[in-house]
């Protein structure tokens, strides 16, 4: 998506080869027409694919995931993450997901009232790294006994092993930016 990466290339601050700061439109001041654009690119590709809801994860995937739930016309609902274990395990799904880019353990969760084996879902969300969110919450949908259509991502490390996770499982990754290399001379993208 080209409007996307002009605006990774004009406002991305590399902090190092591995970490891209986006927080200008992404992950703290969100951009809205830029999400508008996110959303019609994201229903655009997955429309066909009878979308029940989205899933996303808090908090930076929610204002991509509201765009593309609104453009195909279905609710979505929010992945909460935990510090700890809520052993509400009649109304609740968890699991637990490592992030390596912060080096901090979570539990994700959700409730079991907004996932039904009739739904087909759409993950969303804004960056893949090594893929462990995206994982657990395909792990939470599993449980539910959801159909999972496919995984919307907005910033695609694809440096990192995210992407080959997620197609392992058989899962359709589709990225709008795929930054293929982070360095001081600037940020380089995959076709
Ligand atoms: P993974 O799910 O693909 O394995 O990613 P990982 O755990 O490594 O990433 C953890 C958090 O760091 C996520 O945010 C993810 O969006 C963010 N992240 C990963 N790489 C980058 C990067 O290069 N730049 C930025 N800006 N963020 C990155 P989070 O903890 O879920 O935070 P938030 O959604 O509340 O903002």
Redesign the pocket.
């Known amino acids: 998506m080209d409007l996307l990466k002009e605006k990774i290339k004009k406002d991305g601050i590399v902090?190092n080869e591995?970490?891209?700061?986006?927080?200008n439109f992404?992950?703290h001041q969100v951009d809205t027409k830029l999400m508008d654009s996110i959303g019609e690119e994201f229903a655009n590709y997955f429309k066909d694919k009878n979308i029940t809801k989205v899933v996303t994860?808090?908090?930076?995937?929610i204002a991509p995931a509201y765009s593309v739930a609104s453009k195909l016309n279905v609710p979505f609902v929010i992945f909460k993450?935990q510090s700890s274990a809520i052993l509400d395990t009649e109304t609740t799904i968890q699991t637990p997901?490592?992030?390596?880019?912060?080096n901090t353990d979570y539990i994700l969760m959700a409730s079991k009232k907004y996932l039904s084996e009739n739904d087909n879902i759409l993950i969303i969300?804004?960056?893949?790294?090594?893929?462990?969110?995206?994982m657990g919450a395909y792990r939470i949908l599993k449980e539910a006994g959801s159909s999972v259509a496919g995984v919307g991502i907005v910033?695609e490390?694809s440096f990192?092993d995210?992407r080959k996770k997620l197609e392992d499982l058989g899962l359709d990754v589709y990225s709008l930016a795929r930054v293929s290399k982070?360095s001081s001379n600037g940020i380089e993208f995959l076709d």
């Open positions: 902090i591995h970490v891209l700061k986006v927080d992404l992950n994860i808090e908090s930076s995937g993450k997901v490592h992030s390596f880019t912060k969300d804004d960056f893949l790294a090594n893929g462990q969110a995206a910033i490390k990192q995210g982070i």
